[in-house]
Structure formats: structure tokens, C-alpha cells
């Protein structure tokens, strides 16, 4: 099974709807992050959250917001949805581990696509 | 800030060929460097690192040496396969967040 999972895999909405992707992991991770992925761009950092108590923002977090529910879940939420919003989202993982730097381990993705 | 710029794809190669994808950094201090490799329909998986200057980090077959004098960080592999096609993404850690390049994509002819 899966360490990193994310549902939907794929999802068409219309502009203006309220769009939620989960994100849930088994690694037993402290941190979680959302990235989007546009073709040319990379992957941007959405927000992330070092532990439940704790959410940041990222590089590009306008017209998203987050919900950390549990250690293993981790929500984005899309309030109303807008073309551009159309991209491949990921979901990643991290191990809290003193000062060293900690792979992060990345779900399959959704694709979200806006009309 | 923090930015990586990557060599622009796609890369086309031949089975058994020797591959370099650039890669080039712009950060203060002491970043950590990365190799993410994106395979078809899945995420990004890590690759190598580096976490200091000279340093090389290798996996798979493929190698990349930490160079602060020149502030890069090239993937390089000697004889690709198939297999390798995917895309590859360069990245830097300094602080909290990772900063990515904006991938290369391989594909690998037989």
C-alpha cells in the first residue's frame, strides 16, 4: 500500500465551486506539504505544516487554504476555484529529525482541472 | 530569493548514451542540493543529495558533485536506458522549504 495517498486522482470542476483534495499518510510523518506542478514551473510550494498546531504558507498560497486534522491528514481546500487553478497537485511528507535534511516523500498527484 | 534554473528540455538520447542535465543554484549560505526524479503518472521520488560543498551524492548510476565555486549541481549518468525516461527536477533546501527547478524531461530511445 501506499505510504502518501491523495484523492481524488483527478477531478473536472466548473469556476466558483468549493473544491477540497485530501492528502493522508502512514509514514507517521510529522510534516506535510502541498505543492502544485505547472507545466515549465516546477513545483510550487502551496502551504505546509510542521505539526498540527502549525500551518505556513508557501510561495503561492492565495485562493488556498489548509486543513491539518490529524499527524496523517492534510487538506487543501480551493474556496472557489478559478481557471488558473487548473495544475497537478502534490501532496509530500517529511520526518521531523533535529537539524538534518529530511527526504520528502511526495503522493501520486491530483489533477485538478477548472472550466 | 532562492531560485534553480535547470537546462530547458526535453533531452532525447539514445540507449547506452552519456547524459548531463545542468543544473544551477542562486541562494546565500550553505543550501542542501537535490535530484527528484518524476516517472510517468507517479510523484516525485528522491534521487541523490548533497549537503555541502564538494560533496557527491550518487544513486542508480547517477552522480552529482556539490560545486559552490560555480554554484551547480549536474546530474550525469554514463550509459542511460529505457528505463531512466522521466523527468528531472533540481532542488535547493535552505531553512524550512525546498525550492525546485522546473524540470527536465528524458526519454530514451531503444
Known amino acids: 500500500d501506499a505510504d502518501v495517498t491523495q484523492t481524488p486522482r483527478n477531478r473536472i470542476t466548473k469556476t466558483g465551486k468549493r473544491i477540497m483534495l485530501e492528502c493522508s499518510q502512514t509514514?507517521?510523518?510529522?510534516?506535510m506539504y502541498w505543492y502544485r506542478q505547472d507545466p515549465g514551473l516546477g513545483l510550487r510550494l502551496i502551504y505546509y505544516?510542521?505539526?498540527?498546531?502549525?500551518?505556513n504558507k508557501g510561495e503561492i498560497s492565495d485562493g488556498y487554504s489548509v486543513s491539518r486534522q490529524a499527524q496523517a491528514k492534510f487538506s487543501l481546500s480551493l474556496e472557489s476555484a478559478i481557471p488558473n487553478q487548473t495544475a497537478l497537485y502534490f501532496c509530500?511528507?517529511?520526518?521531523?529529525?533535529?537539524?538534518?535534511?529530511?527526504?520528502?516523500?511526495f503522493g501520486p498527484g491530483t489533477r485538478l482541472t477548472v472550466l | 530569493g532562492d531560485s534553480v534554473t535547470q537546462m530547458e528540455g526535453p533531452v532525447t538520447l539514445s540507449e547506452e548514451a552519456f547524459l548531463t542535465i545542468n543544473c544551477t543554484y542562486t541562494?546565500?549560505?550553505?543550501?542542501?542540493l537535490f535530484w527528484y526524479v518524476q516517472y510517468p503518472g507517479e510523484g516525485l521520488q528522491l534521487l541523490l543529495k548533497?549537503?555541502?560543498?564538494?560533496d557527491k551524492g550518487s544513486n542508480k548510476g547517477f552522480e552529482a558533485t556539490y560545486r559552490k565555486e560555480t554554484t551547480s549541481f549536474h546530474l550525469e549518468k554514463g550509459s542511460v536506458q529505457v528505463s531512466d525516461s522521466a523527468v528531472y527536477f533540481c532542488?535547493?533546501?535552505?531553512?524550512?522549504?525546498?525550492?525546485f527547478g522546473s524540470g527536465t524531461q528524458l526519454t530514451v530511445l531503444p
Open positions: 509530500a511528507t517529511s520526518a521531523l529529525r533535529g537539524k538534518s535534511d529530511n527526504e520528502q516523500f
Open positions: 509514514k507517521g510523518h510529522d510534516r
Open positions: 505544516s510542521f505539526d498540527v498546531k502549525d500551518i
Open positions: 541562494a546565500t549560505g550553505y543550501p542542501s
Open positions: 548533497a549537503t555541502k560543498a564538494d
Open positions: 532542488a535547493l533546501r535552505r531553512g524550512r522549504q525546498l525550492t
